[in-house]
């Protein structure tokens, strides 16, 4: 069956929140949150905007790392606006993808369960009741989790502890300043300052007039970066006298703003209604208007607003993005919303350029854009988020015109907008692993457009798959039927033929496999329809061939999926060519060709990492498992059940309830307890549930790659890459704890993999490990 899919990573890794310079002296505090964290719950620090509360999360995070064997997770806030998006945001943050009917933050607790993580919440003070119902539910419903919170002020939770970060210390600019070091206003002064201009030392000369220049600014760390980043055009002198009665951070900041050019100024005030990140074609699209602000001079303005610290540039897979500091964005927004106009006309191109976006990424979906596609989406989702909100809050649907390339791209008046966004995204939201805010915002956006249109044809279907994705199979059919019968009497053959695709699926969930066959059959003899997507094609297809595996009518299902591979083939595509590579290794499961099943089941595998599929990955651990017992690697088949029960308690621990699913699962589970025996299962089964996602797969790949070489050792000595990794670490002498930093992975991952790595080897202890290593180098 089609699933859902985006984040492949497990629970090890800190933020999402880069530092964007370097790290100011917070040995303190640093301190003391160490020692907060190891005897509360929930540690909130507070503090004025400015003052780096992030940064130091951020770095405390880091420090504490080795004390969470499941690792730590930051969930950025500072993009949001809507505090239904909260509990959505932690569970993207997570890398869970709930599939399941239950509240939002009753999921969230329960598939953390037991867990040992830390949770860093940042920016709770735009969302302080929604943080804090977050917070409340997570420490209240697990027994394990930790907060770390940044607020402006405190949450009132229960056993909150506080740690207020004050501004930096400043030294008296009369007393001894010949060690830079000890000051470390001083010091991050004169790192930004050197950022701008590298010819910047602090000397004898200039450290009095840097510590003037500091202790006006009240040690802010926002206020003294953005006074360094003038330092290209102006001199220490001008710089003093341009703050000499400018203390405060919000006069600091108007005094910078006053210092930009009227171009740096508007483009400044117009990128503030971008949430999180942006890149440049973003930044052309919503603050150039071809009048005030040309393409090339919004360029020339992000370069200079980089300069002076305004904007943070940041590089990541070879992609640069921008973004501006949570307090220096609402300074723009207060600028933008002075200026007659402004603010709607700008969120109204931000809202076609996200719908410019969304048609273009749907209709190159079937293609071999997809890992593309997938991470820009991703990196664009507080973008995302903002613009649909302003198309349903009833402000985008007013609109003005705004001409150029965006016409004809939804912009407001039409009544609509909204509509058709969601319904664009249908992908995304289905195959990024976001149903369950991809249905938030389908539902308001029905509700607020009661019209019978193709824009709410389409928005009905995708609301009935999210909804059947998410287990409330009776409404998502519900749902869909009404899709499909608005679509017929509009004449839209095309969004029929979707609708019909979601009843199918739906039917398929319900294990009623005969008339399951009977649709997709229908549908497979009538062909693709003109504007059908191709994406849809394919999964009719997927799931033609899925209903006939179940039936036990593997030739057929063979024939099917090979007809579904060479569209995907054609098209370079690999979402949809995943699911019909796991159709094709059920199809030969059932034949019992184990050899040509673990074959379509590996390329499956690797696609679906590829393309970060988390429920398509879980299938197919599951798929694997049940190959392995047939095969009689009934060790591996229980490491791989330990696996896949891991990344199903992440989407749905019931497999969404279906038999189809759970009744292999349960025989693959039997097979192997009784071939092993309760002990060797249970610690297969523990090694494979603790491993993270990524090891998880290679392990599952690594098991497909024959049988080990005769100079890797004894038999049964044969080590996946990682495993190598770790026994060459222990070799160095290395702790399970160092391994776990070194690796960035969970300590526990790294206790299993040691313990993995003697059996394998028949090693008794690591000195004996360190020993084997070293004798074949």
């Known amino acids: 069956m089609g699933g859902s899919a985006p984040r492949q990573d497990g629970l090890a890794v800190v933020p999402g929140s880069p530092e964007p310079t370097s790290f100011v002296d917070r040995r303190a505090e640093l301190a003391a949150g ?12 507070t503090g004025p905007g400015g003052v780096g509360k992030t940064r130091l999360a951020t770095r405390l995070a880091d420090r504490v790392r080795g004390a969470f064997p499941d690792g730590v997770r930051f969930v950025g806030l500072a993009g949001l606006d809507d505090p239904a998006l909260v509990p959505h945001a932690a569970a993207d943050a997570l ?15 329960g598939q ?7 949770l860093v919440v940042d920016n709770c003070e735009h969302l302080p009741a929604a943080c804090a119902e977050l917070i409340a539910a997570l420490l209240h419903g697990t027994p394990h989790v930790r907060v770390l919170a940044t607020t402006r002020h405190r949450l009132g939770l229960l056993g909150e502890h506080l740690l207020e970060l004050r501004p930096l210390p400043v030294p008296d600019p009369d007393g001894d300043l010949s060690d830079a070091r000890r000051h470390p206003a001083l010091a991050l002064f004169a790192d930004r300052a050197a950022a701008v201009d590298p010819a910047f030392r602090l000397t ?6 840097v510590a003037r220049l500091c202790r006006r600014l009240d040690g802010l760390p926002l206020a003294i970066e953005l006074a360094a980043g003038r330092l290209r055009d102006l001199g220490l ?7 000499d009665t400018r203390g405060e951070l919000r006069a600091t900041v108007d005094w910078s703003h006053s210092l930009c050019t009227a171009q740096e100024q508007l483009t400044w005030a117009r990128a503030s209604v971008l949430a999180g990140g942006f890149d440049l074609e973003t930044a052309e699209a919503v603050c150039a208007d071809g009048v005030r602000l040309r393409p090339a001079d919004v360029v020339e303005a992000v370069t200079a607003l980089v300069d002076k610290s305004v904007l943070i540039r940041e590089t990541a897979a070879g992609t640069v993005r921008y973004r501006l500091l949570d307090t220096l964005r609402h300074y723009g927004l207060a600028r933008l919303r002075a200026l007659p106009g402004e603010e709607p006309t700008a969120r109204l191109r931000q809202r076609t350029w996200m719908q410019h976006l969304a048609d273009t990424y749907e209709r190159a979906w079937f293609g071999p ?6 991470a820009r989406l991703k990196a664009d989702q507080d973008n995302l988020r903002t613009a649909l909100n302003f198309s349903l809050s009833g402000w985008g649907e007013r609109g003005e015109g705004s001409g150029g390339w965006d016409e004809g791209c939804g912009a407001g008046g039409e009544g609509g907008g909204g509509l058709r966004l969601v319904g664009a995204l249908w992908f995304y939201w289905h195959a990024c692993g976001a149903p369950r805010e991809g249905r938030y915002w389908v539902e308001r956006a029905l509700a607020a457009n009661p019209e019978p249109t193709a824009e709410r044809a389409r928005a009905l279907w995708v609301a009935g798959l999210l909804a059947a994705v998410t287990r409330d199979l009776v409404h998502g059919r519900r749902l869909a039927e009404e899709a499909r019968a608005l679509a017929l009497a509009l004449g839209d053959e095309a969004e029929a033929a979707h609708a019909g695709y979601v009843i199918g699926v739906i039917t398929l969930f319900l294990d009623d496999l005969p008339t399951a066959l009977a649709h997709f059959e229908a549908a497979a003899e009538r062909g693709r329809v003109p504007g059908q997507h191709l994406s849809l094609v394919g999964l009719e297809r997927v799931e033609l061939a899925c209903a006939l595996g179940f039936l036990g009518e593997a030739d057929r299902a063979v024939a099917v999926c090979e007809e579904a ?44 990492l590829a393309v970060h599929d988390v429920t398509g990955i879980a299938l197919t651990l599951d798929l694997l498992a049940r190959i392995a017992t047939g095969t009689g690697a009934h060790e591996h088949a229980a490491l791989l059940l330990g696996g896949a029960d891991r990344v199903w308690s992440d989407i749905d621990r019931d497999r969404w309830g279906s038999a189809a699913l759970r009744t292999p699962r349960e025989d693959s589970e039997r097979r192997a307890r009784e071939a092993l025996g309760e002990p060797a299962y249970e610690k297969a089964y523990r090694y494979g549930r603790e491993l993270e996602l990524t090891e998880l797969v290679g392990h599952a790949l690594d098991e497909g790659r024959g049988t080990p070489d005769p100079a890797d050792g004894p038999k049964g000595s044969h080590l996946t890459p990682r495993e190598s990794q770790v026994a060459d670490l222990v070799a160095q002498g290395l702790a399970n704890h160092q391994i776990a930093d070194r690796l960035v992975i969970a300590r526990r991952t ?5 313990e993995r790595i003697l059996g394998k080897l028949g090693l008794d202890n690591r000195s004996q490990l360190a020993a084997w290593v070293t004798a074949r180098r």
Request: hydrophobic fraction near 40%; charged fraction near 30%; charge should be positive.
């Open 750 to 754: 790294a206790e299993g993999h040691v």
């Open 369 to 374: 854009s997809q890992r593309h596609i997938v």
């Open 95 to 109: 890398g869970l993808h709930d599939h399941s009917g239950r509240p939002p933050l009753d999921a969230l607790a």
């Open 112 to 118: 953390l369960g037991e867990r040992r993580l830390l």
């Open 237 to 243: 002198d001008q710089l003093e006298a341009g703050l």
């Open 204 to 209: 004898p000369d200039n450290r009095a007039a």
């Open 565 to 608: 591979r060479r569209l995907c083939e054609r098209h370079g595509e690999e979402w949809v060519h995943s699911y019909v590579l796991r159709m094709l290794a059920l199809a030969h499961t059932v034949r019992r060709d184990w050899p040509a099943a673990a074959r379509h089941a590996h390329h499956a595998l690797r696609l679906k």
């Open 34 to 45: 160490r020692r907060l964290l190891a005897r509360s719950r929930l540690v909130t620090l």
